[in-house]
């Protein structure tokens, strides 16, 4: 149906047009002048689709694109503000081998594009295993069950779905907030069901780390007073404190 009332549409502008070229002709008969300015005018059609679809086209794109990132961004801020930060804090405090990627995680004002790129790298080399002994489960789902109608609001919201990876992330951890919910006593459960646990606990612990690190960079380089706080109060420096001294 759009098909065809565009054809329909198309038709009608062409006929509009030749009304007028005729009355033109009647008015002036100037067949010469009107031969004249059609082929000029449909010279310049080139032209105007070069700097349609090719320039305006592409710096409209580049907007675009560029407000989409800022709306992700500050969804993913909201998150870590409200759900991340504290979820890395539980999980790298029960995180045994922490100390092979602690450093590499202490983000500075020195860091370019290049140490980002180091150190991204290196973490797709590690292994993410928290020992689920370490972690007091019945806080953690608590905290996650209070938080489970910010998750829920994340999960439908539309600028995520152009972000597959952080809504990776949301899954993962809106599963394990279901799982630990499902659960009524978290403190005597068989030795498979604390291993099927630790299981979604690792999947949403690395994926936390990548896109937590992908926001410090995004600060960086675009909010240096936001990248202060967040270092401040980086979950992986035991050191860290968000007063200034």
Known sequence: MKTSSQIILGLLLILISAIFYIIHYVIFRDLHHIVIYLIGDIAFVFIEVLLVTLIIHKLLSERETRVKLEKLNMVIGAFFSEVGTDLLIYMSNADPN???????LIVTDNWAEKEFGSVKNRLKQYHYGVDILHINLIDLRSHLIKKR?????????????EHESFTR?????????EELHCREDLDNLPDTDYK?????????????????????KYLKSDY??????????????????????
């Open 98 to 104: 922490l100390d092979k990627i602690k450093k590499d």
């Open 224 to 245: 240096p007073y936001l990248f202060s706080l967040a270092m401040r109060t980086n979950p992986f420096d035991k050191e860290s404190s968000p007063i200034v001294r």
């Open 196 to 216: 099927h646990l630790t299981g979604d606990i690792n999947r949403a612990y690395g994926q936390l780390v990548y896109q937590w690190l992908e926001y410090i």
């Open 169 to 177: 992330l949301l899954q993962a951890v809106f599963h394990m907030t």
């Open 149 to 161: 109608d910010f998750l829920l609001r994340l999960l439908e919201n539309p600028v995520l779905l």
